[in-house]
């Protein structure tokens, strides 16, 4: 071919790049508001993940929702930036296309940005605890799937007795804290403490609750982790496992029943995710945090949320944002590709 023909044909397939995506579902959702504009992304109102605002879940499948509260930090505060944090990283962060998956969510599910849970009573715990509850009771009445952004990990506890009330869920849990711990400083709705609020509750099965990357000085406070079942894995014995054994036995023990994700961003290290109030060295890389989340795709999954992410503490290029923006896409891929693709 000559150099005249060469250039014709990169031509016409330039073209035909401009014309239509190879992938007919982006198209399909091209002509829609949101996915597919490649139009100014740095523009208008931050959402999560760039999914459309909506009040109420009429008519959602999957909601993105904020729950800015930090009373329940043991040090330091500041998680109740995080959901803000998230919506402005947004603009480069989420689909419409999985690169590695090729799952795209917003061709499988209807989804938005519900907003923030609304907490009046912030300064007592049990209220507070109480009216996420009630918030997330709703989410499950109306049959939606929430993929929730922190806040401190106090708030997994309501979301987990609100999902888990009809059956214990499994749980993986993504975190340099097992947060089992009991009552501290006059209460037990700290962040610390969630799992084994929700295992006493009757929301969470010890038997299908995993943990893992867990390390640092709060080992102490982790007894009943051990002896209620859960599996505890350590950083190091991820390390010794790798990624290929560990994600075969995250699997293993959250089995086919319903499950649970939750992700506290200092599960990763602080090297990549320094905006966090308790930070742990020795963890993480984000890529094998985003390499379990995918491995789950096939589990059913009947919510997730990112933890933690204290935005004072992060850097100026909002490095930590980044990682928590990233996470919560990759659970509304396997989490859309469970409720209505695939892997249902
Ligand atoms: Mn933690």
């Known amino acids: 071919m000559d150099a005249s023909a060469t250039l014709a044909r990169l031509q016409r397939i330039a073209e035909d790049c401009d014309a239509a995506f190879s992938d007919e579902r982006l198209n399909r959702l091209k002509s829609s508001t949101t996915a597919g504009d490649t139009g100014s992304t740095f523009a208008g109102i931050r959402t999560l993940l760039g999914m459309p605002y909506q009040e109420g879940l009429a008519g959602v499948d999957i909601a993105l929702i904020g729950v800015p509260t930090d009373s329940g930090v043991t040090n330091r505060s500041g998680a109740r930036f995080g959901p803000t944090a998230v919506r402005q990283i947004s603009s480069v962060v989420g689909g419409p296309l999985h690169h590695v998956s ?34 997330y009771e709703r989410v499950k009445d109306a049959g939606v799937t929430p993929i929730s952004v922190g806040g401190d990990h106090s708030i997994s506890y309501p979301i987990l007795q609100a999902l888990g009330r009809d059956e214990p869920l499994g749980l993986v849990h993504i975190d340099a804290h097992c947060d089992t711990c009991g009552a501290l400083g006059g209460s037990k709705f700290h962040h610390g403490g969630p799992f084994r609020n929700a295992a006493l509750a009757g929301a969470l099965d010890p038997e ?87 491995a789950l795709r096939g589990c059913k999954l009947v919510g997730a949320d990112v933890v933690e992410l204290a ?6 290029s909002q490095t930590t944002a980044l990682v928590a923006a990233t996470m919560m896409w990759e659970a509304l891929c396997v989490i859309a590709d469970s409720l209505h693709g695939a892997g249902r």
């Open 102 to 135: 090729r799952i795209v969510p917003q061709d499988l599910c209807r989804i938005a940005d519900c907003g923030d849970v609304a907490i009046e009573q912030l300064y007592e715990l049990g209220a507070a605890i109480a009216e996420i509850r009630a918030f």
């Open 208 to 294: 299908r609750t995993i943990q893992i990357g867990i390390r640092g000085r709060a080992e102490p406070y982790w007894d009943f982790s051990y002896r209620s079942g859960m599996t505890v894995l350590h950083i190091e014995e991820c390390r010794q496992l790798g990624m290929e054994r560990l994600v075969d036995r995250v699997r293993q023990v959250v089995g086919d029943g319903p499950t649970y994700l939750s992700i506290d961003v200092d599960g990763i290290d602080p090297a990549y995710a320094p905006g966090t109030g308790t930070p742990e060295t020795g963890g993480f890389r984000p890529d094998e945090v985003q390499a379990i989340v995918r």
């Open 311 to 316: 935005p004072p503490y992060d850097n100026a």
